[in-house]
Structures are given as C-alpha cells and as structure tokens.
C-alpha cells in the first residue's frame, strides 16, 4: 500500500518560511516524478511544483517562482517543498502527488492526505 504523508504546515505570518515533506512508503519512489498542488477554501485544486526523479528537472507555478522551491532526497524517499516569503494568498491545503511517470507537470497517480498552511497578515 503506497502512502504519501504530509508534514511541516502550520500557522505563520507574513513574510515567514516553512518547509513541507513529504514521506512516501510502501515502494520507492526514487524513479518517479513527485509533485506539490495546493487548495484553498472556494478554489481548484492548482499545480504549485514538479520535480523530475533525479531531481535535475523541476517547475514552479509562476506564481510561487522565486518563492518556493521543490527537493528530494530519494534515499529517503521524501520530497520537500521550501516555502520562503509567505502571503496571505499562499493559505491552502498542501498536497504531495507522486507520478508514474519520470516526471510530470500535470498526471499524478498517488495523492497524500494534505497539510493545512495558513499565512496570516
């Protein structure tokens, strides 16, 4: 059974940092392209980053860019999304996706159960 579990939300204000993991169990994931999405309260699920399975290829959502940035580290099957210069706009449920795929922007196929992220002004 594949599991993606989320961690490192919270509250923190304006202007703060945080940084999400993800830890996937139950197989490797170290040929498999991961992925950050993020939902807010009244809004779509939408991309936030990408990361390829070796790490070399990555996006970001041009509204995170310069902001945040998506790792992994494949011995330990985890990948984190580094969240600098937080606004009130980022609050939303962060989920972890991972792909089938080497990489993929947009066709994930195992989902955690998200973290809350709540950026107060």
């Known amino acids: 059974q594949v599991q993606l579990v989320e961690s490192g939300g919270g509250l923190v204000q304006a202007g703060g940092s945080l940084r999400l993991s993800c830890a996937v169990s139950?197989?490797?994931?170290?040929?498999?392209?991961m992925g950050w999405f993020r939902q807010a309260p009244g809004k779509e699920r939408e991309f936030v980053a990408a990361i390829s399975w070796s790490g070399s290829l990555t996006r970001h959502a041009d509204s995170v860019k310069g902001r945040f940035t998506i790792s992994r580290d494949n011995a330990k099957n985890t990948v984190y999304l580094q969240m600098n210069s937080l606004k009130p706009e980022d609050t939303a449920v962060y989920y972890c996706?991972?792909?089938?795929?080497?990489?993929?922007?947009?066709?994930?196929?195992?989902w955690g159960q998200g973290t809350q992220v709540t950026v107060s002004s």
């Open positions: 139950g197989r490797s994931f170290s040929n498999n392209g």
């Open positions: 996706a991972a792909s089938r795929r080497g990489y993929s922007d947009y066709e994930f196929d195992y």
